[in-house]
């Protein structure tokens, strides 16, 4: 079943503690992107990669990193995370190397930051 | 920076009326204009997209239109039923960059 999966789906994690949430895709997607979502803004995309070793940032990539050593997976990185992030995490994915094409979702992880 | 506006923010519908939700955008550059719908506690999912070679597209219920010279584009829904409910958004892209508009939510009344 082709699919996007995120984990872990829930987080409570603490003030300054690193944490991953690592994105994987079967679909053989160039394409993958990090989101957040929060009540009344949308969703606003953090980073995106193009392909293996490509990334850039997208509209809030502040306090985040990603890395893309493997076409499937794609972990965003909370280095020191602060309640300011405590948000709906998306990972998606894309057959084109552009944006300008179907994005397919993962389930999403809910953070909460304390 | 560039943006996307969405309007309403929340609409309610009559079953069986008609709703349209409207989008601006302000980069020249979107080629791409995809329509997301999410039901509560679930994952964006594509229902509709048009590119900007398009000024109309269709799909049973649904249907998008484009004017790029206004830079404007609008879903429409028909024939609305309660599985309609849920938060729509829109989106403009071009090749390196997308912007979402912030949803509409949308309610489906009996």
């Known amino acids: 079943e082709a699919q996007v999966t995120q984990n872990p789906r829930y987080l409570i994690t603490v003030t300054g503690k690193k944490l991953t949430v690592t994105c994987s895709q079967n679909?053989?997607?160039?394409?993958m992107s990090w989101y957040r979502q929060d009540p009344g803004l949308g969703l606003r995309q953090i980073y995106y990669s193009m392909n293996v070793e490509v990334t850039d940032k997208g509209d809030v990539p502040e306090g985040y990193k990603v890395s893309r050593k493997e076409k499937r997976n794609f972990p965003l990185i909370l280095e020191s995370p602060s309640p300011n992030q405590t948000s709906l995490y998306f990972c998606?994915?894309?057959?084109?190397?552009?944006?300008?094409?179907?994005?397919?979702f993962g389930p999403g992880t809910r953070l909460t930051v304390t | 920076g560039e943006n996307v506006e969405q309007h309403p923010s929340t609409l309610s519908v009559q079953e069986g009326d008609s709703a349209v939700i409207k989008c601006t955008y302000s980069d020249s550059a979107s080629n791409y204009f995809p329509w997301y719908k999410q039901e509560l506690g679930k994952r964006p999912q594509l229902i509709i997209d048009?590119?900007?070679?398009?000024g109309e597209k269709k799909d049973q219920r649904i249907a998008v239109t484009l004017n790029k010279t206004a830079k404007h584009f609008s879903l429409h829904i028909t024939e609305t039923q309660p599985e309609d409910s849920a938060v729509y958004f829109c989106a403009a892209s071009s090749d390196d960059k997308i912007i979402f508009g912030k949803g509409t939510r949308l309610h489906i009344l009996p």
């Open positions: 998606a994915s894309s057959f084109s190397r552009g944006q300008s094409y179907e994005q397919y």
């Open positions: 679909m053989n997607h160039e394409y």
């Open positions: 048009i590119r900007s070679n398009v």
